[in-house]
């Protein structure tokens, strides 16, 4: 509402996933975990945006070659846990929707990737704000969004079959 209201429209994709995707990374537990797994699924979805947005009308080459790095890359993240893998196929979601957004804005709009980082940014900081304000209403039991997830799970070591999964 107020990316319409001051006339922005075109940062309002940015803020809405940032918010979204930053809020269904949390894993749940205690706040600090909390808030360390949502602040950095917020900051390194800073740079996707950034070379989204900035390489989606480029070359296709480009493209290819960010895609298949990102994409390797986060289903490399099962080496941490579960949550960070969810975390990953997010921001390589994220980073899909930034490319195809960089090249479907009208030709008199420019994508400004630094202006839509900092809106992804501001959606981050939105979801971390919720979040500790439902702590402060006494809400701190809260499991994670995912409840399919069980917590403690193992890490997962990598192997020649992770990799190649990946």
């Known amino acids: 509402m107020v990316c319409a209201a001051q006339g922005q429209r075109r940062y309002f994709l940015s803020v809405a996933f940032g918010l979204l995707f930053v809020f269904l ?5 205690a706040y600090l975990s909390r808030l360390r797994r949502m602040a950095a699924i917020g900051i390194i979805g800073a740079p996707l945006t950034v ?6 009308g480029d ?6 070659l ?3 790095v990102i994409t390797a890359a986060s289903g490399l993240a099962i080496s941490i846990d579960l949550f960070a893998l969810v975390g990953a196929v997010l921001l ?6 930034c490319l195809s957004a960089a090249v479907a ?8 990737p630094w202006n839509q980082t900092l809106a992804w940014l501001i959606g ?17 039991g809260q499991t994670s969004h995912l409840p399919e997830i069980p917590a403690g799970l193992p890490r997962v070591k990598l192997s020649k079959q992770v990799i190649a999964s990946a």
């Open 92 to 97: 390589n979601v994220w980073f899909l929707i």
């Open 25 to 29: 990374s949390d894993p749940g537990g």
């Open 124 to 140: 981050s900081a939105v979801a971390i704000a919720l979040m500790s304000l439902s702590l402060a209403r006494g809400k701190s």
């Open 59 to 64: 070359a296709w080459g480009w493209v290819v």
């Open 66 to 68: 960010a895609t298949f």
């Open 51 to 56: 070379l989204g947005f900035g390489i989606g």
């Open 105 to 112: 804005l009208p030709s008199r709009v420019d994508a400004q």
